[in-house]
């Protein structure tokens, strides 16, 4: 089966270091693939440069067969690459429900908002009850659901979180494991980073395979 998403021989410069160097990963539709590895050894980059966010200056990246390479990041969103950034990138001043509703201003998702709503609040009962609550003034876990709420709300087909567990208590951090698997059940393809590998922490979640981020 060919790849959702290639990467192949990246390199990343960001002033003079080579932040990433000939970093290469195949995500297969349908799989949990995780990159793991320590603080700066390179797991952000890589999906940052797959949502069009840094500029390689080598290699190429695929997704479904398209080469993302010099897209805008708009446009690559709407291909279907979403992304929950490792601060979740909320709006703060405005509520759950109005952050939710921009994740589905992607022309793919914008006539689905309202089912996509619906599985979102289905997924997460208690975003449902915290609707109208201003998303600074959510806790820690609501606010994650509230990250990976909005990014679903764009209708992905491949879901890449970057850290999510970090600093979240094990409760969040259980939490998240089951949604990432119900994800994956539901079809959802996903890239996850982390600092250590699920495998080694033996947590539930089982990724097909993991790429450590080694980078100088
Ligand atoms: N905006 C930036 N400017 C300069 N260097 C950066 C920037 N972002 C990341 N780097 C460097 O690139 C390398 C990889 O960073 P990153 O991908 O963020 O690692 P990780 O997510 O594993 O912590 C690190 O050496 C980091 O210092
Ligand atoms: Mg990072």
New binding site residues.
Partial sequence: MSALLEVANLRLK??D?Q?LDCVSLEVRKGEIVGIV?A???????PIRAVAGLEAPSAGNIHFAGRGITGIDFHEICDWGIGRVAEGRQLFPTLTALENLKMGALLPRARSREKDAMTEVFALFPLLAERKHQLAGTLSGAEKQMLAVGRCLMGRPELIMLDEPSIGRAPNVVQQLVHTVRRLNGSGLTVLR?SKTSPRRSKSPIAPMSWKT?A?S
Avoid: L
């Fill in positions: 960001y002033r270091p932040a590895g603080n700066g050894a390179g797991k952000s980059s980073s981020a980078s």
